[in-house]
């Protein structure tokens, strides 16, 4: 492949590279994809066995129509391959009724026209026993929302991709690429290959492509952010944490404080900080969870989820890459107009990932997007250093 011209590379096959390269492949182009791992993998953002969807988005009501988009891009996914990727549960968003979570869930449901109940502390308490709520607090509880198998759904995308003709390079990090004329060439430890169009979407190695590894270094102000994953055992009724009856949750269980966990689907209840975690890089991140954050999370549990408090039976590690203001980058390189840039997502972006790549083959193929794309600029304030 190496000097042969092909009209998109895609550099990182995690959440979103997978999905644009897949929607790419698709649509007839030349596509060639390449990560540093062999993807799926659990080096970076986009593992962990489950993923939460949700409408009702405390964030920003500007992802609403995007995850819309998700929604179908993942039945099509699954349609097209088979695989079983998505599984509805119903979601609940709970805290203090003006808290970050509930008033950013309530307003983006308002605002779209969004199914929803709202919940007291007293229906919160009948309906899920296992949760234990201060009195006045409220909760959001949305139907459409549910959990996504991340590495299902990577892999189900470079299936798709591989099929339809694109060449998938694991284990071959692009080191760096340059812009010549109508080409855009990107240089790995095997060669170079020269395409119409790149897009990076490297997750927590996004910098080193946009500064050392480019022609203008453009540096941004991301950190990576280490966060610690967990699977229990129950400790209390099963029954309470079965998909049918727990949905996907999220929690502002003290101030600048959310949690969010799963049902158990035969590995555990999966329950993690979100946001929570020292800074890091991206190759020295600490894979070892020690006993400290163990016993920090089950103080925590045996506060707010003492049923939930049981053996532990697994944990994990993975990282967010974040922007300051927490939205995600999709834009077109300012410096390079044939390469479009595509991470970080600052820890809540897998359930988009299908729509994202949609976004980027558009992107590629005609330069626009039907999505309102302003919010995740390169240009915006904050970001740039």
């Known amino acids: 492949m190496a000097g042969h011209r092909v009209d998109v590379i895609v ?130 509880l949305e139907p459409r929302a549910g959990m996504l198998a991340p590495e299902a759904c990577i892999a189900a995308a470079l299936a798709v991709a591989e099929r339809r003709g694109a060449v998938v390079r694991r284990d071959e990090p692009v080191l760096r690429w340059w812009q010549e004329g109508e080409s855009v060439v990107v240089e790995t430890a095997a060669g170079r290959t020269a395409a119409a169009h790149l897009v990076i979407s490297a997750g927590m190695w996004v910098r080193s492509l946009l500064e050392e590894g480019a022609p203008t270094p453009m540096p941004l102000a991301l950190t990576v952010q280490r966060n610690v994953l967990y699977w229990w055992e129950p400790a209390g009724e099963p029954g309470w944490f079965a998909p049918d009856r727990c949905p996907v949750f999220l929690g502002e269980i003290a101030p600048d404080l959310i949690w969010y966990g799963f049902p158990d689907t035969g590995d555990g209840v999966k329950v993690a900080l979100h946001h929570f975690g020292p800074p890091t890089a991206p190759d020295a991140v600490d894979r070892v969870v020690q006993p400290g954050e163990v016993a920090h999370l089950r103080a925590l549990l045996a506060e707010w989820m003492p049923e939930v408090n049981g053996r532990l039976r697994a944990t994990g590690v993975c990282t967010y890459t974040n922007a300051p203001d927490e939205h995600f980058i999709i834009d077109r390189h300012p410096d390079a107009d044939r390469v479009f840039v595509a991470s970080p997502c600052s820890g809540h972006g897998f359930k988009f990932a299908s729509a994202i790549g949609e976004v980027l083959a558009d992107l590629v193929e005609t330069g626009t997007s039907r999505f309102d794309l302003g919010p995740f600029a390169l240009g915006r304030a904050g970001l740039r250093l």
Do not use: K, N
């Open 11 to 140: 550099a990182g096959l995690g959440a979103m590279g997978s999905q644009a390269l897949a929607e790419c492949a698709r649509r007839g182009l030349r596509a060639v994809g390449f990560d540093r791992f062999s993807p799926p993998h659990d080096q970076g953002s986009s593992h962990g066995l489950s993923r939460i969807i949700r409408e009702a988005y405390f964030e920003d009501p500007v992802y609403v129509p995007l995850v819309h988009r998700a929604f179908e891009r993942w039945a099509a996914l699954e349609a097209e391959t088979g695989a079983v990727l998505y599984r509805r549960t119903g979601g609940l968003c709970y805290g203090p009724p003006d808290g970050t979570l509930v008033a950013g869930a309530r307003r983006s449901a308002e605002l779209h026209g969004l199914p929803y109940e709202r919940l007291d502390a007293a229906a919160i308490r009948a309906r899920f026993p296992a949760f234990r709520v201060r009195d006045g607090w409220e909760g959001v």
